[in-house]
């Protein structure tokens, strides 16, 4: 990969967050994220989750996803077409520092 293809993505690696009430639909939207070249990675892990929803304390055990992306814009408008979710979570942290052979595998 060129070094002025590398520059162009340095400031663009994201890690997209969302959750989901299932597996299976995590799994199936974290393959199709990747099917479609939004993400090079994406790691699922069961969690807990505390929050209140329509003035009710809620538990839920959910899955958390990380998508791995240098298209964030594009990611995000996807999974907020087809998420479950009535109101889903979908939170961006920048990548302000990444190992560049990281990056070039995450550019693709």
């Known amino acids: 990969m060129k070094e002025t293809k590398l520059g162009r993505y340095l400031n663009r690696g994201s890690i997209i967050i969302s959750t989901f009430q299932s597996r299976k639909s995590a799994n199936i939207i974290a393959k199709k994220m990747i099917s479609k070249k939004l993400c090079a990675c994406v790691n699922i892990i069961k969690i ?30 996807e999974l907020k077409k087809i998420h479950p979710y009535e109101l889903p979570e979908i939170v961006e942290i920048k990548m302000d520092s990444v190992d560049k052979n990281y990056l070039k595998w995450l550019i693709g």
Not at 51 to 70: G, P
Request: glycine residues 0%; aromatic residues 24%.
């Open 48 to 77: 807990n989750s505390f929050y209140h929803w329509k003035n009710k304390l809620q538990y839920d055990n959910e899955y958390l996803c990380f998508f791995k992306t240098v298209s964030s814009t594009k990611l995000k408008n």
